[in-house]
């Protein structure tokens, strides 16, 4: 274990439920880059680089560069294949789309882009990545995936529960960038009691009730990005705030 994924924990330990925004590089913009600041003083644990249509390793490079000079935050990839690995980061969760129906995105990509990992010395922080839910999103698309309903909070377990018996030490939730609706509280209380590894929960979450709710239900990560992307990271402190208090 590395030391970005030991200070994710800590926190975790600390808090109980931590924030992670999401950025996204062909949407990064000064706007953007003038809301890292207030991210970090507001208690933000750690900022995530990555995009289902990430394609130019020039355009993610320069990204995670404009991003360590703002901030002291750690910066960890969250990757859409080999082309989503960049040296200037500092850590990278490491994934596989278990629910994909494609080889491409359970092991070959990951298979590819490996060594770049190695021969960059980033941090792999091994995750297990699931897409749930009903939204048509680009992850579902790009990554194939046989979306878990969240009638079936059990199969979302039985996924979860698989990918930590493999070694896995997280499990993402992902209800999708810009979802109608964020993961359900029930899919996310049945994930966190069933399992000994933290969940990260993602896509859809705009309000700090919302938010509030997903905590209380076990979730021990929070992601944002498509909010802060629209609307600054004026909502994200309400969110962040919620969190705590739950």
């Not at 924990?9 to 600041?37: M, N, V, W, Y």
């Not at 080889?103 to 060594?115: E, N, S, T, V, W």
């Not at 009691?193 to 021990?220: E, H, M, N, Q, Y």
């Not at 498509?226 to 969110?239: C, F, M, N, R, S």
């Amino acid at each position: 274990m590395g030391p970005v994924e030991s200070s994710l924990l800590a926190a975790i330990e600390e808090q109980g439920c931590i924030h992670l925004s999401l950025i996204d590089p062909e949407k990064f913009t000064g706007r953007l880059s003038r809301s890292l600041e207030d991210l970090q003083s507001w208690g933000t644990a750690a900022i995530m680089v990555g995009g289902s249509t990430v394609s130019s390793v020039e355009q993610l490079d320069g990204t995670v560069k404009k991003i360590k000079k703002l901030t002291n935050l750690p910066v960890i990839l969250f990757p859409n294949g080999p082309t989503g690995v960049s040296r200037f980061a500092d850590a990278i969760f490491f994934m596989s789309l278990l629910n994909s129906s494609t080889p491409r995105f359970l092991i070959r990509a990951q298979a590819k882009g490996a060594p770049s990992v190695k021969r960059f010395n980033l941090e792999p922080i091994p995750l297990g990545y699931l897409v749930v839910g009903d939204s048509k999103t680009a992850v579902s698309a790009v990554g194939r995936a046989n979306r878990i309903p969240y009638s079936k909070p059990e199969l979302a377990a039985a996924y979860a529960l698989a990918a930590q018996y493999l070694g896995m030490r997280f499990v993402y939730l992902e209800a999708g960038s810009g979802a109608e609706h964020s993961v359900d509280t029930s899919m996310v209380r049945k994930v966190s009691s069933d399992l000994d590894i933290p969940v990260i929960v993602g896509g859809g979450i705009r309000t700090p009730d919302r938010a509030r709710a997903l905590a209380k239900a076990g979730a021990s990560a929070i992601v944002t990005g498509t909010l802060l992307e629209q609307q600054g990271p004026g909502p994200v402190k309400g969110i962040v705030s919620a969190m705590r208090r739950a």
